[in-house]
């Protein structure tokens, strides 16, 4: 696995780009951008080796060194990729965010990880200002968009980059250098920091070749935005490090768009997310029919389960089978797919990668039997295995016991080694492919003046897997009404993250907490769905 990769120089910018060149493949396209008026641009692995050597120069020139953590808050576009394998040349740590993140969302992170650098735009300049002074560490601000530096910490990306030389030495980077920091939500607490290190490139690539099966003659669009770990293990570094040409599109989902990339650009491998899938169900299954898909070898998904349904559905309007795919932000990689190859079994994870030891496991750690449901766990020691949980330890050693990874799912594994997920162990909120947490969502609700308690649960949907439910109590001087129950997704949207926002919202007398005060969730989803709330002998009186 580790034989393309040499032994000395495992870092992931050199790998994607340098190392290409090498190969001879300076020349070919790398990425195919399309904005969201579907504006073409064709950049070379060269131009991808030129530009993020830039990055890397402007960088030391700001005094960025490596181990320092560096994020970038920016939408999809060209520069996004550049900065992130610039950052990792210097072997600094990058942290791409989500575009739409609120203040709240960007505190947690940028404050949490102690970044010193921020990659962002001058229309996302106020969210970052209102929270400035709580980022004591964060020193400098590149702007992509600015003409001119705006001050001694507001810098023009422009301006660095133009004096900056496409020419930059990477120093040898040895396996274990940290490289990406995901933030990724638990049910209690602030989102953690999921760090990872230079040697997943190993995984990351092994499985990009042999599970989405990208070949040096293969067009392939991950539809995945970077500030998730699905954009930069396949949305940079499987492909990339293949030598692979991928689309990457500006726009978001439309399905008239979406079709006319996948035929215009002879797509032969596609890389999306169930959510994305549902909702093409929706559309007029003739005009689907009449775009031609003849390129389009294989469908890939992933984020969360796949619907069996929407199997059949491909199978019958599109003529093409879906393989779902299933990774964690700290797996850093497919562990368990379907592919090519292997039969289909519509409602399945699919079985392992190789070299990846799944278990299902009962409470007391011995190992389940077949159909037995548990928990999904992995033998620890595979290449992208995050490393820890950025100044959360002890969170870390928490998820590992006799020399397993526990992964916070339940499934079960069949006959044939098939595995089945059955749901998350804690109450994590898988929302079209996002992992929302409740607490996040609870406490920006928490915040707003007619707000004196909230509980935060995810409910099944048919389009999303998983929408997001708030429960809210008002304090007594308030009641309902549509106006307040705007009021409080436009905050949320705004504060947290725009997939955090509620689907629902109820409002009632009081939120369930047990004894110890802490928010019922079970209880308030059993009442959602009308199911039977089970022992109430903790709740408070």
């Known amino acids: 696995m580790s034989s393309s990769i040499k032994r000395e120089q495992f870092n992931i910018g050199h790998l994607c780009t340098r190392q290409q060149c090498e190969a001879g493949r300076g020349s070919k396209v790398a990425m195919r951008w399309l904005s969201a008026a579907m504006e073409q641009t064709d950049l070379t692995f060269t131009d991808l080796e030129q530009q993020s050597n830039r990055v890397a120069n402007l960088l030391v020139e700001v005094g960025a060194k490596a181990g320092d953590i560096v994020f970038t808050f920016l939408p999809k576009m060209p520069e996004q990729f550049f900065i992130l394998l610039g950052i990792l040349k210097i072997q600094a740590v990058a942290g791409p965010l989500f575009a739409n993140f609120g203040e709240e969302g960007l505190l947690d992170r940028l404050g949490d990880s102690q970044a010193k650098i921020l990659f962002t735009r001058r229309s996302f300049l106020k969210k970052i200002e209102r929270i400035r002074d709580r980022l004591p560490a964060l020193r400098t601000i590149i702007l992509i968009d600015s003409e001119a530096d705006l001050a001694d910490d507001l810098l023009s990306y422009r301006c660095l980059a133009e004096r900056a030389s496409t020419e930059y030495q990477v120093e040898p980077t040895a396996a274990e250098t940290p490289s990406l920091l995901h933030y990724t939500s638990g049910s209690t607490g602030k989102p953690k920091g999921v760090l990872h290190v230079h040697r997943s490139a190993l995984t990351q690539r092994m499985t990009a070749e042999k599970i989405l099966q990208l070949g040096s003659n293969d067009v392939f669009w991950c539809t995945a935005d970077q500030g998730w770990v699905t954009g930069t293990s396949y949305g940079i570094i499987g492909p990339w490090s293949l030598g692979v040409t991928q689309i990457h599109f500006g726009g978001g989902y439309d399905a008239t768009s979406w079709f006319s990339i996948l035929e215009s650009q002879a797509v032969t491998v596609w890389y999306t997310a169930p959510t994305a899938l549902r909702m093409l169900m929706r559309e007029d299954p003739a005009t689907l029919q009449r775009t031609d898909l003849s390129n389009l070898k294989h ?103 006799d020399g397993f990874y526990y992964t916070g799912d339940t499934a079960y594994r069949d006959k044939d080694g098939y595995y089945w997920f059955m749901g998350r162990s804690d109450d994590v909120i898988n929302t079209a492919g996002h992992l929302v947490s409740p607490f996040e969502v609870e406490s920006a609700a928490l915040e707003i003046e007619e707000v004196a308690e909230s509980g935060a649960i995810g409910v099944p949907d048919e389009l999303l897997f998983e929408k997001v439910v708030l429960f809210v109590a008002l304090h007594k001087t308030y009641t309902a009404s549509l106006d307040l129950e705007l009021k409080i997704r436009l905050y949320i949207a705004h504060r947290v993250s725009s997939v955090a926002t509620p689907q629902q919202i109820f409002f009632i007398d009081s939120i369930p907490k047990n004894k110890s005060g802490k928010i019922m969730r079970r209880i308030l989803k059993a009442r959602y769905l009308g199911l039977d709330a089970g022992d109430t002998s903790t709740l408070e009186a």
Not at 311 to 328: A, H, M
Not at 339 to 352: C, E
Not at 357 to 386: N, V, Y
Request: proline share 7%; with cysteine; charged share 20%.
């Open 299 to 401: 469908i890939f998904s992933v984020g969360e389960p796949l619907n069996p349904e929407v199997i059949q559905w491909s199978r019958r309007v599109l003529g093409k089978e879906i393989y779902d795919t299933w990774f964690q932000t700290e797996t850093g990689a497919i562990m368990i797919s379907n592919r090519p190859g292997v039969v289909v079994k519509p409602g399945s994870m699919g079985i392992p990668v190789v070299g990846v030891e799944p278990a299902i496991l009962r409470e007391d750690g011995s190992a389940a039997d077949e159909m037995e449901q548990g928990a999904l766990c992995l033998k620890a020691g595979w290449p992208s295995m995050f490393v820890t949980y950025l100044n959360h330890d002890d969170s870390y050693q928490q998820k590992f016991k």
